[in-house]
């Protein structure tokens, strides 16, 4: 019984960012290049649409079925499906995030810079000004490496 592994919240609360913006890469970057396979021709403002699309669609579907739920009087399935429909949203705002960025060139391939990128889409350039200024201090010798 003493192989049973606890849960550390701290430590799933901070794995948690990480793995939101490890995750969706691959697949934006996958997503985008079978567009441009299949829609070869198509300028990235029209290959963005599409990515659009996807994007009100996934939103409008989990947006609904949390609605639906919260018909239900009862806060057992309220808050579970509330926060689902949240943790749903983020996710695909941070693959529309950097789908965005691959349609229109922008290299996202490190962790520090997809951070920033999706911190900037997701609370503002204003906010992330504040917050981001360690992160910059980190992030400008790697940037500086790779120019020179």
Do not use: C
């Amino acid at each position: 019984m003493s192989d049973i592994r606890k849960l550390d919240p701290e430590a799933a609360l901070a794995a948690g960012p990480n793995k939101a913006l490890e995750t969706p890469y691959p697949l934006g970057t996958e997503y985008v290049a079978r567009l441009r396979r299949v829609h070869p021709d198509k300028p990235p403002g029209e290959l963005l649409a599409y990515v659009g699309k996807w994007y009100l669609g996934t939103v409008t579907v989990t947006g609904v079925g949390a609605g639906a739920a919260a018909i239900i009087p009862n806060g057992l399935v309220q808050v579970p499906v509330a926060l689902a429909d949240l943790l749903t949203f983020l996710e695909t705002s941070v693959l529309y995030t950097l789908s965005a960025a691959e349609v229109h060139g922008t290299d996202a391939e490190d962790y520090e810079s997809r951070r920033l990128l999706v911190t900037v889409a997701l609370v503002g350039d204003s906010t992330a000004k504040t917050v981001l200024k360690p992160l910059i201090g980190r992030t400008a010798p790697y940037w500086g490496r790779k120019i020179v």
